[in-house]
């Protein structure tokens, strides 16, 4: 995303819409601070990942949300951080997560998100 934002001349006075993807480059761009950000994407998942890396964001120090968007897995995350983030994020993207927290757990079959 630094090179679109250099070629962009990505700024404060700007508005940007952008495909959500998982949301690393849409984190990017905030710190450029344009006046907003519009975090579009045909995939609803990607709008819920996107979601659940801002509440991790808010509310965890960054150890934490290494181990769930580096590492893929935290142990206990369904019962012990999940329930933490839900406040920050919408119905739709709280209906996601209540149904799929368990892929950062690392058991069972998935080892972690990101398998």
């Not at 959500?20 to 995939?43: E, F, M, W």
């Not at 990607?46 to 120090?61: G, H, T, V």
């Amino acid at each position: 995303p630094f090179l679109d934002i250099e070629a962009l001349e990505l700024s404060e006075n700007d508005n940007l819409m952008a495909i959500t993807s998982a949301g690393c480059n849409i984190l990017t761009y905030v710190l450029q601070k344009p006046k907003h950000i519009y975090a579009i994407d045909r995939n609803p998942c990607q709008n819920a990942i996107l979601e659940l890396k801002i509440a991790c964001i808010k509310e965890l120090d960054f150890s934490t949300y290494w181990k769930i968007w580096g590492d893929g897995k935290l142990r206990r995350f369904s019962q012990d951080v999940y329930p933490r983030l839900t406040m920050h994020l919408s119905q739709e993207a709280k209906i996601f997560w209540d149904y799929h927290k368990h892929y950062f757990d690392g058991k069972n079959i998935r080892n972690s998100f990101y398998w």
